[in-house]
């Protein structure tokens, strides 16, 4: 009874008893509008809950600290009239710091977020700073349908700083002004070849043997738009034969995209065979209305100013890109190093907290 009318006294220094059962009444009337509707729309519609709830909760100023005996207390009324429906103090505060993160973004993020599941969003706000990151994540998880367990992976990988690196490719110089944005698009600077679980050197051969046995992943890492044709794709000119390591085809420019396999360092040469294999696809494969054929060179490694006058004298639209088999040593490093921060982060604002209290 003692602390009833304790917590009670702690809620009076923010809000009334009469403001207080207005906010809870109020949130009982929008929990049970929006569940006649959650069977046809579950996760829209709770997302949605969830924003008119942190708004509320932020619009009242309740902030951690002197606001816990609120949280508290409404997340217990709410639990015992809508159990099982995720109203715990802490996903309380989670609400909150969602309306608080995105109500001041950017439109198109709102509009991502809001048919995003709710743990996909938590990691958008747990994990990353800034708007553009989240803008990227939540963009490439809506349009490649990324599960939580994805975008982690794609969040640790450092996704967003890959796309950043340079890309390099002759798009500019080689295809129509139309099409030059799109190209650029689906290439990509880098490739994270992690979920192979290499563990050891491979040949060329075996690399593209683990990659058809993961296709379905390897798809998800190349892009929005592809689709797989075949793999030592047969070529044919004057009763000779020629093999393209993976074919597929992108959607989104409408063209063939060969890509060929190195296990080691980009050499020159890789462009002119490159060149040969599209002039061959542009001839013989490609169907009337499709754009010109796209080759990707995946090396290991590369040298930014040898892969620059390489491609100065290719005529056909190629790429050349790095691709990682495991997280490199020193990105695992800086993660941990993060984990680390964010936990004494975490625990100083818990310390604070319990100081406010006891001051209170």
């Not at 996909?120 to 553009?132: A, K």
């Amino acid at each position: 009874m003692i602390d009833k009318e304790h917590s009670k006294t702690k809620i009076s220094r923010i809000l009334n008893e009469e403001e207080y059962h207005t906010l809870l009444n109020q949130l009982y009337a929008d929990i049970k509008n929006t569940r006649i509707s959650m069977a046809r729309r579950m996760n829209s519609t709770v997302i949605q809950l969830y924003w008119n709830i942190g708004k509320q909760l932020s619009e009242r100023r309740i902030e951690e600290g002197y606001g816990s005996a609120v949280i508290k207390r409404l997340s217990s009324d709410l639990k015992t009239e809508f159990p099982n429906m995720g109203f715990s103090p802490r996903n309380l505060w989670n609400m909150k710091q969602f309306y608080d993160t995105f109500s001041s973004t950017d439109q198109k993020l709102q509009q991502l977020v809001a048919v995003l599941p709710w743990g996909h969003n938590l990691l958008l706000m747990n994990r990353l700073s800034s708007q553009e990151e989240m803008m990227y994540y939540a963009k490439e998880a809506v349009t490649l349908g990324w599960s939580r367990n994805v975008l982690l992976n794609y969040i640790k990988a450092d996704a967003f700083g890959q796309k950043k690196l340079v890309k390099l490719h002759n798009f500019v110089e080689v295809m129509p002004n139309d099409l030059q944005n799109q190209a650029e698009e689906i290439l990509k600077s880098r490739y994270n070849l992690a979920f192979l679980e290499v563990d050891r050197p491979l040949k060329e051969l075996e690399l593209e043997k683990l990659l058809m046995e993961k296709i379905r992943f390897f798809i998800l890492e190349l892009g929005n738009g592809f689709s797989f044709i075949g793999n030592q794709y047969r070529l044919e000119l004057n009763r000779k034969e020629y093999f393209v390591d993976m074919l597929f085809f992108n959607r989104c420019v409408k063209s063939l995209v060969a890509i060929e396999l190195k296990i080691g360092e980009f050499k020159p040469e890789y462009v002119s065979k490159m060149g040969f294999y599209l002039s061959l696809l542009d001839k013989n494969v490609r169907l009337e209305g499709e754009n010109p054929s796209i080759g990707i060179i995946l090396c290991a490694d590369k040298d930014n100013d040898e892969v620059e006058i390489a491609l100065q004298t290719a005529s056909a639209p190629i790429g050349v890109a790095e691709y990682l088999l495991d997280f490199p040593e020193q990105e695992i490093k800086e993660l941990i190093k993060s984990e680390i921060k964010n936990e004494q982060e975490l625990s100083h604002k818990s310390r604070s907290a319990k100081s406010v209290c006891t001051k209170a």
